[in-house]
């Protein structure tokens, strides 16, 4: 069964600070990892990350996906309060376009 | 804004109900995935449909099913509800594998908010 866990599960900055979110997983034949924003209901889609592409950026937020360690980072500098919301990653697998979610990361940037 | 448009937005059930949420997909996309968000946690995958049929699924119960129809679009049923199927639902459209496109991002509607009393 795949599997993705992400850390930390909250997480406090302010403002201008630069925070990385992680994620791991476990995934049979795996395809592709990708990151979403969540600020109220929808996921809003960040990146993609495949074997051909294991590096994206736009903008403060950039990832990086690491298949050794089986594992990506998600990085975003230069903090605002509008990028307060719950990061979710997940993977794709063997199961068609099934994905698999972490329990994502709950970021508050304070004033 | 990713034009996947569900309905409705909210709904209060009772225990041993049956609901039917709706979803529209991105228009151009021929795949629609179907996901359960409990409070404080990531989506779960329920199933997915493409072409009218089902094309895969999660480990949810027979009570939860779906359709598609030949515009895409697409319908979750929940049967017999239970006090633990509140949650998010959330619909995702992508194009299909089988369309030559691997690896295709999917796009989510804003949900729909159930809660069983």
């Known amino acids: 069964e795949d599997k993705v866990v992400q850390s930390p599960l909250s997480l406090v900055v302010h403002e201008g600070d630069t925070v990385t979110l992680n994620c791991s997983y476990e995934v049979t034949n795996f395809r592709s990892l990708l990151w979403y924003k969540q600020e109220k209901k929808a996921p809003t889609f960040l990146f993609m990350l495949t074997s051909s592409g294991i590096e994206k950026k736009s903008g403060r937020l950039s990832s990086i996906l690491d298949k050794k360690e089986l594992s990506s980072i998600l990085n975003i500098t230069a903090t605002q309060t509008g990028d307060s919301a719950i990061y979710l990653c997940a993977v794709r697998g063997n199961a068609g376009n099934m994905l698999t979610f972490g329990g994502g990361t709950r970021l508050m940037v304070k004033p | 804004e990713t034009g996947v448009t569900q309905s409705p937005t909210h709904l209060i059930k009772t225990r041993g109900q049956q609901v039917t949420l709706r979803c529209s997909s991105q228009?151009?996309?021929?795949?629609v995935s179907w996901y359960q968000q409990a409070l404080g946690q990531g989506p779960q995958f329920i199933f997915q449909?493409?072409?009218?049929?089902?094309?895969g699924r999660g480990n949810f119960p027979p009570r939860f099913s779906g359709l598609q129809f030949p515009n895409y679009s697409s319908e979750l049923n929940v049967n017999a509800l239970e006090l633990d199927d509140s949650a998010l639902y959330l619909c995702?459209?992508?194009?299909?594998?089988?369309?030559?496109?691997?690896?295709?991002?999917?796009?989510f509607g804003p949900g729909t908010r159930l809660t069983v009393l």
């Open positions: 995702a459209s992508s194009f299909s594998l089988a369309s030559g496109r691997e690896n295709n991002e999917q796009f």
């Open positions: 449909y493409y072409r009218e049929e089902e094309n």
């Open positions: 228009s151009g996309h021929n795949t």
